[in-house]
């Protein structure tokens, strides 16, 4: 017979294993990224703002509207943190709003600095101009290339409005060319930053993959796909816990395929581990639900973990269960397989103290009973007068 389990889970485990949704994780690193960079990009415009007024830039009425525009967008990026949690359309939500935003200040900025360079008033204020929008068009290509098109309305926002003013009112061609080839090495930028991201996100989403398929075959059997007895004794705990919590009933199943050496004697290994699997298989389509888990835990052994059901419905669905394979031979690639099984149930309530020792303990014995008694039949674990036998 199989030891009791004793190792402790380091982290909650669930019956059922989810997959990787590249969707979903592409929206959410995008809503982690873009959450962080706004934050402290908005900031910046309000000191490039006050050194342009610093500058002999512009004052009065006007210049303090530009300033608290800029202020309170910039702090209206804190307000509105990324839900956690979220699906893949409330992310789509989401990010609507700091885009908003970041477009909103790029307006804001591109609109007051074409205002000021139009300005000859304020040109001693002109290089602090054109740095920032250097600055922060820079910025917004390489921050913000999440998604191309949005990061490429940034940076003709920031830029161009002063590309124009250069151009068409002071007639400062030169500048504007120089301007405008920078803008085309921005566009570049954008693409470039857009493709890297993507490229990070990939190899993220391929390391995401590999660590969950480790994961997944180090909770699964190699030969029958079931779990294995690690994932067992950690689910068998986290249940337990969790019964005792909820006050839900909680039985457990051992089964062990009677005199299964003769099978390997007489055919082989090979035509052994194939009648384990299909074994496996037929365990699996009777008990697969989302509230119960299966695993083989040893050789020939195997458990069940069935949740919110109670004793006398765990023996009756283990009496069904060995009836059909007693009736029915196991079909494997090519030969039919006549075996039975044994079957040890308990649940908490028939556990003395109700804990996991004990319940795994009480369906060990029951299993073992029912072994000693000539098999193909089902045992009652806390009750030597509860069995089934063989019909």
């Known amino acids: 017979m199989s030891n009791s389990p004793v190792t402790k889970p380091a982290v909650p485990l669930r019956f059922q294993e989810g997959t990787l949704d590249p969707t979903q994780l592409r929206l959410e690193q ?7 960079r706004m934050r402290l990009g908005g900031l910046f415009y309000v000191l490039g703002w006050i050194f342009i007024v610093a500058a002999d830039g512009p004052r009065g009425e006007s210049a303090w509207i530009v300033g608290v525009t800029l202020l309170a967008l910039a702090l209206v990026r804190f307000v509105h943190p990324v839900p956690p949690d979220a ?37 001693r204020a002109r290089t602090i101009v054109l740095f920032g929008d250097v600055a922060f068009g820079t910025a ?7 998604r191309r098109r949005f990061s490429t309305a940034t940076v003709l926002l920031l830029v161009s409005p002063s ?3 250069l151009a068409f009112l002071r007639g400062e061609m030169m500048l504007a060319w120089a301007m405008l080839v920078y803008l085309g090495y921005l566009g570049l930028a954008v693409e470039r930053s857009h493709r890297e991201w993507m490229q990070r996100f990939a190899l993220d989403l391929q390391l995401r993959k590999q660590r969950d398929q480790y994961a997944r075959l180090s909770r699964r059997d190699g030969l029958t796909g079931l779990s294995n007895r690690m994932h067992f004794d950690h689910a068998l705990r986290e249940s ?10 909680l039985s457990l199943l051992m089964c062990d395929v009677d005199h299964f050496k003769t099978v390997n004697d007489r055919f082989g290994h090979a035509a052994g581990d194939a009648c384990l699997i299909a074994f496996a298989q037929r365990l699996q389509r009777e008990f697969a639900t989302a ?38 031979a196991i079909q494997t690639h090519d030969r039919l397989l006549p075996i039975t ?13 109700g804990d996991v020792e004990r319940l795994y303990q009480a369906a060990d014995t029951a299993l073992y009973r029912a072994k000693s008694e000539g098999r193909n039949r089902v045992c009652v674990g806390g009750d030597e007068r509860r069995r089934t036998p063989r019909e």
């Open 87 to 123: 699906s893949a359309s409330a992310l789509r939500r989401w990010l609507r709003w700091p885009w908003l935003l970041i477009l909103s200040s790029c307006a804001v900025w591109g609109v007051a600095t074409a205002w000021v360079l139009a300005e000859p008033d304020y040109d």
């Open 140 to 146: 917004a290509a390489h921050s913000f290339s999440m």
């Open 163 to 165: 590309i124009a003013v």
């Open 341 to 353: 099984i044994s079957i040890g149930v308990a649940s908490l309530t028939e556990a003395a103290a």
């Open 291 to 328: 509230e119960t888990l299966v695993a083989r835990v040893g050789g020939e052994e195997f458990a069940v973990l069935l949740r919110g059901i109670d004793l006398q419905e765990a023996s009756g669905r283990a009496e069904r269960f060995r009836a059909s394979i007693d009736s029915k």
């Open 240 to 249: 337990v816990a969790e019964a005792h919590k909820t006050a839900r009933p």
């Open 30 to 36: 995008e809503a982690q990224d873009t959450q962080q």
